[in-house]
């Protein structure tokens, strides 16, 4: 069965740190990525989404950055946060086309 | 620019009654819409879809309209049930670049 996880669950880092939140996908191969962020107001709004290895789409501009080194990892980063980075990111995969999409259990961001 | 919305941030039913739950989009080339139900510290699930051929889909208490002239969907619940309770997002799916689109969201509270 697939599976989808992401770490870690809470963070709180302080401005202008680094930030790295990482998401891998198992039981599945060549799955489409995404990370999102919950923000009051927003709802989901997509970040960055990913059909294959290498392949990032950019959704907002931001302070954010996203890679896929393997084809089940996705990766999102920050060289340096501000506060209003603080939110709950959640990393998705999705297959048959999209209409089948699965989340991970998201991680709760704290920029101080 | 939210392609996706949903203009009633909450709603508060009584159990037994019905809940409708109503979103709006601009893009008219979405294949198929979705709608998902969230509770907090957890990633969305899936509810229910529509085509974009379709105007009605029912799943149980779960029942989705579309209305592609008014570019207008709702979710039905009926009867509303307090494990109703969560913050419900509809999304909007592109076959194209399969990419997911939510709404921002509509926090629904079933009052016993």
């Known amino acids: 069965s697939q599976t989808i996880h992401q770490w870690p669950a809470t963070l709180v880092q302080p401005v202008g740190s680094p930030l790295s939140l990482e998401c891998t996908v198992e039981?599945?191969?060549?799955?489409?990525l995404y990370w999102y962020r919950q923000a009051a107001g927003r709802g989901l709004q997509l970040l960055f989404y990913?059909?294959?290895?290498?392949?990032i789409s950019s959704e907002v501009p931001q302070n954010l950055s996203a890679s896929r080194p393997q084809d089940r990892q996705f990766i999102l980063s920050s060289k340096k946060l501000l506060l209003s980075d603080s939110g709950f990111y959640l990393c998705a995969w999705t297959r048959d086309r999209g209409l089948e999409a699965f989340f991970g259990q998201g991680t709760r961001l704290t920029v101080v | 620019d939210q392609q996706v919305k949903q203009n009633s941030p909450s709603l508060s039913v009584q159990e037994g009654r019905i809940s409708i739950l109503n979103c709006d989009y601009t893009?008219?080339?979405?294949?198929?819409f979705l709608w998902y139900k969230k509770y907090p510290a957890e990633g969305p699930t899936f509810l229910i879809s529509i085509s974009s051929i379709k105007d009605k889909n029912e799943d149980g208490r779960f029942t989705v309209f579309l209305n592609k002239s008014a570019k207008h969907l709702s979710l039905h619940i009926v009867p509303s049930q307090p494990g109703d309770s969560a913050v419900y997002f509809c999304a909007a799916l592109n076959f194209g670049n399969e990419k997911l689109t939510f709404g921002t969201g509509t926090r629904l509270t079933i009052i016993p």
């Open positions: 893009n008219s080339m979405f294949d198929y």
């Open positions: 990913s059909v294959g290895i290498g392949q």
């Open positions: 039981g599945t191969s060549n799955p489409n």
